[in-house]
């Protein structure tokens, strides 16, 4: 598996930013989880001056074996419908994107489907759709690594686009059933509590995935490590994710983690280097049961909970403007020196 160099903002820029922030004409600590949100990039940065630059959102697409299972309100055919739909701007992502400026790709991991050369969809696949890991592992050794590698690939592209800020979100239907085990297994929370409705399992629905993804979890025949839970239950588009984040924190970029998929994404990629939580902003809270729990796990603080639970990145392009506001704030804001103001605090 790649090896990633990802280290550990210096610390010792904290004082001097938060002394440019306590000397604001504003009273001390007055905006709250914004001025926390300016240390933060700032220390990533290492400066006084934050900046973001060219924000993207990169979506990873492909199929999972175990939606012959029966774990998905959502038919099979839905992950290449939707990239079309993508392609033709017609999708929440792109509404998103569009409102907030934020270049979008899309990126074919292992989507079951032959599009041919469709302009605008970055053809990396790996092949059709995972195996089903209710009777072996979704994928090869080998397929894991090329999906991590298609993460970096697209994490340094956006590096030469300028970019500084990266979210990134999911295409595929039954990969909430391989969050849930990821979930399960890296936070040793009952799988009971992991499993939801996805998009959209009734009562009965949600217990046939659960007894499917506990039958699974018993079938499991590896040897428990980090990797081979990835490689065992996860989709090619959540591994691709992993390999994105690492490389984006290797990087130096900031991170927007988007719903509960990729709020699995990055607990996975914690558990192989645990510095890349200082370079995370969590978007939101959603409604898909386990997202909270898994963020409390993670002593995460999402910036919204507006009940959402689409994925493709929404919820981290939704919480933007205000990671924007904190940068704004630091770098507009009069000092009280500047603007002639005697501290009131």
Not at 49 to 66: E, R, S, T, W
Not at 254 to 266: E, H, K, S, W
Request: hydrophobic fraction near 45%; charged fraction near 20%; charge should be neutral.
């Amino acid at each position: 598996m790649y090896t990633f160099n990802i280290k550990t903002p210096d610390k010792k820029i904290i004082p001097a930013l938060q002394d440019k922030i306590d000397n604001l004409t504003k009273p001390k600590g007055s905006l709250g989880r914004l001025e926390e949100l300016a240390v933060q990039i700032g220390t990533i940065q290492q400066t006084l001056c934050p900046v973001l630059k060219n924000p993207q959102n990169i979506v990873f697409a492909a199929d999972h074996g175990v939606i012959v299972e029966g774990v998905s309100f959502s038919a099979p055919e839905v992950t290449a419908q939707q990239i079309y739909n993508f392609l033709k701007g017609g999708a929440g992502i792109n509404m998103f994107a569009r409102q907030h400026h934020f270049m979008l790709k899309v990126v074919d991991c292992g989507v079951n489907a032959d599009f041919g050369h469709l302009p605008g969809l970055f053809d990396r696949k790996i092949r059709k759709s995972t195996t089903n890991y209710l009777h072996q592992a979704a994928m090869t050794k080998a397929e894991m690594n090329r999906a991590i590698e298609i993460g970096i690939e697209m994490v340094d592209l956006a590096w030469q686009d300028g970019t500084n800020i990266i979210s990134f979100g999911e295409l595929g239907m039954a990969n909430t059933s391989a969050s849930s085990i990821w979930m399960s297994y890296f936070t040793e929370i009952p799988l009971k509590e992991c499993v939801g409705a996805g998009s959209g399992l009734d009562n009965k629905g949600i217990a046939h995935k659960y007894n499917v993804l506990r039958q699974a979890m018993a079938n499991y025949k590896g040897d428990g490590s980090t990797e081979d839970i990835l490689r065992w239950f996860g989709g090619f588009e959540m591994v691709a994710a992993v390999g994105g984040m690492l490389r984006a924190a290797e990087r130096g970029m900031i991170i927007i983690i988007d719903g509960f998929i990729m709020t699995n994404c990055v607990l996975a990629a914690s558990k192989l280097y645990p510095e890349v939580l200082e370079y995370c902003i969590f978007g939101h809270q959603g409604d898909e049961a386990g997202h909270k729990l898994v963020l409390d796990v993670l002593q995460a603080r999402p910036l919204l909970n507006l009940g959402l639970r689409l994925g493709e990145g929404t919820g981290a392009i939704c919480a933007y403007p205000i990671i924007e506001s904190a940068v704004h704030m630091i770098n507009e804001i009069n000092s009280f020196q500047k603007a002639a103001i005697t501290k009131y605090f």
